[in-house]
């Protein structure tokens, strides 16, 4: 079983800067990819961004890419989503996800194997 913890979400202008961190607890945390998606109200959740077990790989969807950065400290079972250039239409929850992904590459997620509960980003215009 594994934990996540989301924080770092709030109230930023266009053009701002929010960092997220996701804490993990439970089961060894390098053993996942780990990765980031986001449900604006009356969307579906969709995929942001996913780093590999050992930061090696990473995959943006294109409309964060240049603005967002995901890293991972596996020291300290957490990982990053740095967020620059904020737009209005970045408002959304954003999830943190765990997943075990067989491969190098990281992909974007399939089966997901642990989800956090969410922190609130609104950026206002």
């Known amino acids: 079983q594994v934990q996540l913890v989301e924080s770092g979400g709030g109230l930023v202008q266009a053009g701002g800067s929010l960092r997220l961190s996701c804490a993990a607890s439970?089961?060894?945390?390098?053993?996942?990819?780990m990765g980031w998606s986001r449900q604006a109200p009356g969307k579906e959740r969709e995929f942001v961004a996913a780093i590999n077990w050992n930061g090696g790989s990473t995959l943006y969807t294109d409309s964060v890419k240049g603005r967002f950065t995901i890293s991972r400290d596996n020291a300290k079972n957490t990982v990053y989503l740095q967020m620059d250039s904020l737009k209005p239409e970045d408002t959304a929850v954003y999830y943190c996800?765990?997943?075990?992904?067989?491969?190098?590459?990281?992909?974007?997620?399939?089966?997901?194997?642990?989800w956090g509960q969410g922190t609130q980003v609104t950026v206002s215009s």
């Open positions: 439970g089961r060894p945390f390098s053993s996942y990819a």
């Open positions: 996800y765990a997943e075990f992904q067989g491969s190098y590459t990281v992909a974007p997620p399939t089966s997901v194997n642990y």
